[in-house]
């Protein structure tokens, strides 16, 4: 039980994406003279992935449907935030308060307070 949370299996975009993306950087790449930004790539492949006829998308679809059943049978367990993180997320929900104090209720408790020291010089 103490084992890594597994990933999410890539869908089928995804499993089509890391397969042509270096192939696209370079066909980019050798079309504009420079290095494409991850977002024009991303954008390239997009827009391959929706006009790819059905029946190559097929491949990927069933692809990604045998990664997502070994995935669940596998019993893995979905990744959980990290113990800092959940700690971080108690140490905020303690501190901050329900509903913000209002200008006049901090006023009154400054007020208290330097009446408090007073009396006691």
Known sequence: SDAAPARKPLNAYFLYASKVRASVTEELKTASGKVPLLGEVQKA?????QEMPAEEKAEYEAQARKEKERFEA????????SE?????????????PEV???ACDL???DSAERA????EL
Do not use: C, T
């Open 74 to 81: 596998s019993g893995a367990r979905k990744p959980e935030a």
């Open 116 to 119: 408090r020291v007073q009396e």
């Open 84 to 96: 800092r993180l959940q700690e971080l997320r108690k140490l905020h929900a303690e501190q901050v």
């Open 100 to 102: 913000p104090a209002a």
């Open 45 to 49: 492949i997009g827009k391959k992935w």
């Open 107 to 109: 006023f009154a408790a």
